[in-house]
């Protein structure tokens, strides 16, 4: 706890019903980030020998959103309901340069993985080159990038301070009206860490909606109406959409009312301004996570798959008590979607059979003469202007590997 000399300047500036609002919505955010951004993870390490490069950043995304709220928040949502800051400048400090870090952080792995993302869809021949090798050494270099401007404030250039509603710490926004070098990292900062971000995110996701409406179009030329490769295509576009509208939702307001602090007059800004641009930025924690498990087709499977397990593990006492062929059938019928493989044109395949079922379900009187009856499973191969279906166990293991 700070110091009667110490808590003067922490004291909230905002009124406390405002503070008891700020604080609720904190403990809100607090736990579904745990719940998504821990589930997240817990996917990613059930499926770790999968993991392609591109999901790495997935997963260092999560890392960072959850540090943020492992630092951020038990500090945060005290102070508030107690309408001032309750600790001292060292711990105001540790908090400001963990906001700062795993902020910038996710800000960076968000840009880094919408080039990857561009480079995969519009420059195939590169994209299909990345490794495990780029992708590790690129999360490194994320982590450079924050550390960079999150230390800083702690070397002299910039300084951190409270946040001018007062139960919070991060950059002190009014430095720059009595230091050069405050002024020098709050541009650096603005530039490097908003604007190219922004741009780079914006043009990643335009060329690769421009890309994927160019390939829907000329497929759709050669294939019938109910073989359209339409699901894939609304796959990307929304997860595009999704990403951009998050990015631009959470630090879009922090960045506007920063730099009218930064470089108006910082008197006419109201704390109200800068608190409610604090929640939409803390926001993004929450946000991520979920654009990832609901659009991500590996990620949502996977999360369903284990979730089926661990149903049945739990309920397994009472499937003993019914007949073990009756409750294979209804738990593969509720996670035919599940499991499911989606091939490379974006369509599930669908014998119209149950997987856990010994034999089809059409052929009822020759149940018990089938026990080695398994479904086929088949890709389209489009040539030309001509398609063939053919079984996937006839193709190459090269082959097969980009179907499934």
């Known amino acids: 706890m700070g110091n009667a000399s110490e808590s003067y300047l922490f004291v909230s500036r905002i009124s406390k019903n405002n503070d008891f609002l700020m604080g609720t919505l904190y403990t809100i955010f607090g736990v579904l980030s745990l719940l998504g951004n821990g589930i997240l993870l817990f996917v990613a390490y059930r499926k770790k020998s999968s993991l392609k490069p591109a999901e790495f950043?997935?997963?260092?995304?999560?890392?960072?959103?959850?540090?943020?709220?492992?630092?951020?928040?038990?500090?945060?949502?005290?102070?508030?309901?107690l309408h001032m800051w309750l600790f001292n400048r060292i711990t105001c400090a540790v908090y400001a340069f963990c906001g700062v870090l795993f902020g910038l952080c996710s800000l960076t792995n968000l840009t880094v993985?919408?080039?990857?993302?561009?480079?995969?869809?519009?420059?195939?021949?590169?994209?299909?080159?990345?490794?495990y090798s780029h992708a590790c050494l690129l999360v490194a270099c994320i982590w450079c990038y924050a550390g960079v401007f999150a230390v800083g404030p702690l070397s002299g250039w910039g300084e951190y301070g409270a946040e001018p509603y007062g139960t919070a710490c991060c950059i002190d926004w009014h430095a720059p009206g009595r230091s050069s070098a405050a002024m020098s990292y709050i541009i650096c900062l603005f530039f490097?860490?908003?604007?190219?971000?922004?741009?780079?995110?914006?043009?990643?996701?335009?060329f690769i909606l421009l890309t994927v409406r160019g390939s829907r179009q000329a497929v759709q030329q050669h294939m019938s109406p109910q073989n359209k490769i339409t699901n894939a295509h609304a796959l990307i576009v929304k997860l595009s959409v999704a990403v951009c509208i998050g990015f631009l939702t959470a630090w879009s307001p922090y960045a506007v009312v920063s730099m009218w602090a930064a470089f108006g007059n910082s008197a006419k800004v109201p704390p109200m301004a800068f608190a409610l641009a604090a929640i939409f930025a803390?926001?993004?924690?929450?946000?991520?996570?979920?654009?990832y498990l609901v659009f991500k087709p590996n990620f949502r499977k996977s999360l369903c798959r284990d979730m089926a397990k661990c149903r049945s593990t739990l309920c397994g006492c009472v499937c003993q008590d019914s007949s073990a062929q009756k409750g294979t059938c209804r738990q593969s019928h509720h996670n035919e979607e599940c499991n499911s493989t989606r091939l490379s044109n974006g369509l599930p395949e669908n014998h119209r059979t149950c997987r856990h079922c010994p034999c089809p379900e059409t052929d009822t009187g020759a149940r018990e003469n089938c026990g080695d009856y398994s479904p086929q499973q088949t890709a389209r191969i489009?040539?030309?202007?001509?398609?063939?279906?053919?079984?996937v166990s006839q193709l190459s293991n090269e082959m097969q590997s980009d179907f499934l």
């Open 382 to 391: 489009l040539k030309g202007s001509l398609h063939s279906e053919v079984a």
């Open 282 to 291: 803390k926001s993004s924690t929450i946000y991520n996570p979920i654009v």
């Open 57 to 81: 950043f997935v997963v260092n995304l999560a890392i960072s959103d959850l540090s943020m709220t492992l630092t951020l928040f038990p500090l945060a949502i005290p102070s508030a309901f």
């Open 192 to 206: 490097f860490c908003y604007i190219v971000p922004c741009t780079v995110i914006f043009l990643s996701y335009t």
């Open 113 to 131: 993985l919408s080039c990857v993302c561009w480079l995969k869809v519009c420059c195939p021949n590169y994209g299909n080159k990345f490794s």
